[in-house]
């Protein structure tokens, strides 16, 4: 059974900073890239930001020079950094990582989410 468990959601107000964690346990031979999503009220999950096992990094347009996403590969963890939250950075944010199991198959596993509210 593998595992991502999500940290660090709440309530900040509108250019204030907030710290998401994942971490990920169970029967993990290796990760390959992780990510964070998000899914806003009335809107479908969209892509934040992802990072390769070497570090290569991709993000959405609208959190670019905002959010910043970093991996432990030692502790198996994801974080992201958001700065200068915006209101529309409201939504429930879910870590994603692609695991091979310790057998050798392939899962893309999602956490059960942080909710995230920018509100002054």
């Known amino acids: 059974q593998v595992q991502l468990v999500e940290s660090g959601g709440g309530l900040v107000q509108p250019g204030g900073s907030l710290r998401l964690s994942c971490a990920a346990s169970g029967r993990i031979f290796s990760i390959n890239d992780m990510g964070w999503y998000r899914q806003a009220p009335g809107k479908e999950r969209e892509l934040v930001a992802r990072?390769?096992?070497?570090?290569?990094?991709n993000y959405a347009d609208s959190v670019k020079g905002r959010f910043t996403i970093s991996r432990d590969n030692a502790k198996r963890t994801v974080s992201l950094q958001m700065n200068n939250l915006k209101r529309e950075d409201t939504a429930v944010y879910y870590c994603?990582?692609?695991?091979?199991?310790?057998?050798?198959?392939?899962?893309?596993?999602w956490g059960k989410g942080t909710l995230v509210i920018v509100s002054s």
């Open positions: 994603n990582a692609d695991i091979i199991k310790d057998g050798g198959t392939f899962e893309a596993c």
């Open positions: 990072i390769t096992s070497g570090g290569s990094t």
